[in-house]
């Protein structure tokens, strides 16, 4: 049985000489691990460039026998090419953080509609957006939030929460020194991301912002046992200098 569905690429692993295996959320049945055969040969070039992560793709899949597992992409092809995604490093450091991020906490093999739609009309505003592009990545976690069941009202939630479950893992990001205290600086800078868009932001510089997504991260780690270390959180720092 085949089925049509629009997908957003999450990741892929290299599977023998010239295959990979894809994950990818998509429209009709949440998260699928696909085979996709032959995309890294040199001929014909360019279809491994539509498995980078949060590239927004049309699919024929063929649907996984009772139990799920490993199935194959009959078609695929490019939904909406992206105008500035691929080719901007801030813009695809963030995409990449992004995906990790997904790719943990977002499980399910199952129809979501709204936070398809989430996903997909945020990743195209992001495609389109000139400034701001710092912020991006503490905006759209803390919309998700929403979507998984553990969205804000108000900073001092977020932190409060953070400072009670204790020090962050290694590799986490967090700052060292007086946690507690230090979270308690954040407050009102989450409160001010947790406004409606177009609320201007009093975030100082890259240091803070970094650290605003590692108590992020640590934050959503509270929430999904599956949330381990992002490693693109060191990577994407250097994006947040700006």
């Known amino acids: 049985m085949l089925i049509k569905?629009?997908?957003?690429?999450?990741?892929?692993?290299?599977?023998r000489?010239?295959?990979?295996?894809?994950?990818?959320?998509?429209?009709?049945?949440?998260?699928?691990?696909?085979?996709?055969?032959?995309?890294?040969?040199?001929?014909?070039?360019?279809?491994?460039?539509?498995?980078q992560p949060l590239t927004l793709l049309?699919?024929?899949?063929?649907?996984?026998?009772?139990?799920?597992?490993?199935?194959?992409?009959?078609?695929?092809?490019?939904?909406?090419?992206?105008?500035?995604?691929?080719?901007?490093?801030?813009?695809?450091?963030?995409?990449?953080f992004l995906s990790e991020v997904l790719g943990k906490a977002v499980r399910e093999e199952e129809a979501n509609p709204d936070l398809f739609r989430f996903l997909h009309d945020s990743i195209l505003a992001f495609d389109e957006q000139d400034a701001g592009l710092e912020n991006f990545a503490l905006l759209f976690l803390l919309r998700l939030a929403d979507y998984l069941g553990f969205g804000l009202r108000a900073g001092a939630e977020?932190?409060?929460?953070?400072?009670?479950?204790?020090?962050?893992?290694?590799?986490?990001?967090?700052?060292?020194?007086?946690?507690t205290l230090r979270l308690r600086e954040f407050e009102h800078y989450f409160d001010e991301l947790l406004q409606p868009p177009g609320t201007p932001l009093s975030i100082p510089n890259g240091q803070v912002r970094r650290e605003l997504l590692a108590v992020l991260v640590r934050y959503y780690q509270l929430h999904i046992e599956s949330m381990s270390d992002i490693r693109s959180l060191e990577i994407l720092g250097e994006v947040l200098a700006g």
Do not use: H, M
Request: charged letters at 20%; one cysteine or more; proline letters at 7%.
């Open 158 to 179: 977020l932190t409060d929460q953070v400072a009670l479950a204790g020090p962050a893992p290694t590799g986490s990001g967090f700052s060292s020194g007086p946690a």
């Open 17 to 51: 000489e010239s295959s990979i295996i894809t994950r990818v959320y998509t429209e009709q049945r949440g998260v699928q691990s696909y085979l996709v055969n032959g995309v890294r040969r040199a001929k014909p070039p360019g279809r491994i460039a539509l498995f």
């Open 58 to 96: 049309e699919l024929v899949a063929y649907v996984p026998r009772q139990g799920g597992g490993l199935t194959r992409l009959n078609e695929f092809r490019c939904a909406e090419p992206f105008r500035s995604l691929p080719y901007d490093v801030r813009k695809s450091s963030v995409a990449l």
């Open 5 to 15: 569905t629009r997908g957003i690429v999450l990741s892929y692993l290299k599977y």
